[in-house]
């Protein structure tokens, strides 16, 4: 036991000596790759011709795992139960700005460029990318 405590704590070092924009990267790329499937899940269950519910669906699965992961891995804040509260509120901010940049993006892809609904989201992801940690680290989880 004492070997895998000891590699927990070198990778954990590890992990926080990277850069935030490396970390927020890397565990937002998690963080979609949960939503984005979660989506596909939700298009195959409720059919191609409600991606758009789909995606919203996916959308209000997904925060909770990304409130955590970007709070605890990327821009470590503490603080008591109400810190929580109000970051999560902030948050949820941020994420209904990336909700709107999503859903344009994706009827966009869509409508206009007539690109199918499962790489319209993947590329609809991509755009939300920037604005999300500009926001993030700068309003929701600014210490």
């Known amino acids: ?6 590699l927990f704590l070198i990778v954990w070092n590890f992990w926080f000596s990277l850069p935030d924009k490396i970390r927020f990267l890397l ?6 790759s949960v939503s984005y499937l979660m989506y596909v899940g939700f298009v195959l269950w409720l059919g191609e011709n409600r991606y758009w519910l789909s995606m919203t669906l ?5 925060s909770f795992i990304s409130f955590t ?37 994706l009827e966009i892809f869509v409508k206009a460029a ?9 590329l609809a992801i991509i755009c939300t990318t920037v604005s999300s ?6 309003f929701a989880f600014r210490h």
């Open 69 to 105: 992961t970007q709070k605890v891995f990327v821009f470590c804040t503490k603080g008591k139960f109400c810190d929580w509260i109000t970051e999560y509120i902030k948050c949820v901010g941020v994420w209904i700005v990336a909700y709107i940049i999503n859903t344009v993006m």
């Open 114 to 122: 007539e690109i199918n609904v499962y790489l319209a989201q993947f």
């Open 58 to 62: 996916a959308w209000i699965f997904s």
């Open 1 to 6: 036991m004492g070997y895998f405590l000891k």
């Open 133 to 138: 940690y500009i926001l993030f680290k700068y």
């Open 27 to 32: 565990v937002g790329g998690f963080n979609a």
